[in-house]
């Protein structure tokens, strides 16, 4: 009886793993997707510093700016999510097994432990993911002293002081 309940504990706890894998794998794509885009951005904006652009593309970048943000925002919000969500599970897992001397060939230690890899992981990403917020802000800082400087260079124009 008590092995048939640890067989059936650690096959649940092996599908929660899988599913932390799969969750991990998501982040992990979503972060390098916004690092690209980070890095697409950073070069519009240096080519803008360099030739100031009209109205229109600074619009687009202002859009593809807010999207990114949000998109990041969302990306924060589900990294803190999945360590709660894992932090509970560790927490049970540990409260299940009982011992803190565990038998290093007990299956449920072996779990605790690459549950516990997942949870230094989902740390990382999640500070990563806070290291590309902090990029992602860096670039609305430059985006709006660049939409300022074509602000002032139209308004220039328009009152004929740089024909």
Same mark, same amino acid.
């Given at each position: ?64 700016? /807010? ?36 038998? /290093? ?7 605790? &432990? ?14 990563? /993911? ?12 430059? &985006? ?20």
């Amino acid at each position: 009886m008590q092995i048939s309940k640890l067989v059936n504990e650690t096959t649940r706890l092996e599908s929660a793993q899988s599913e932390v894998e799969r969750q991990l794998e998501y982040i992990e794509t979503q972060q390098r997707d916004l690092g690209c885009a980070l890095d697409v951005y950073e070069k519009q904006v240096s080519a803008a510093l360099v030739e100031i652009t009209g109205g229109t593309e600074r619009r687009l970048a202002d859009d593809e700016r /807010a999207k990114a943000y949000d998109m990041a925002s969302s990306l924060n919000h589900q990294l803190d999510d999945m360590s709660r969500a894992l932090t509970s599970m560790i927490d049970d897992v540990n409260r299940m097994s009982g011992d803190t001397g565990r038998v /290093a060939d007990d299956p449920l230690a072996q779990v605790v &432990q690459i549950l516990d890899a997942h949870l230094t992981s989902l740390e990382w990403v999640d500070r990563n /993911a806070s290291d590309l917020s902090a990029r992602i802000d860096a670039v609305a800082k430059l &985006q709006d002293n660049v939409s300022a400087k074509l602000d002032i260079h139209h308004q220039g124009k328009q009152s004929g002081l740089l024909d």
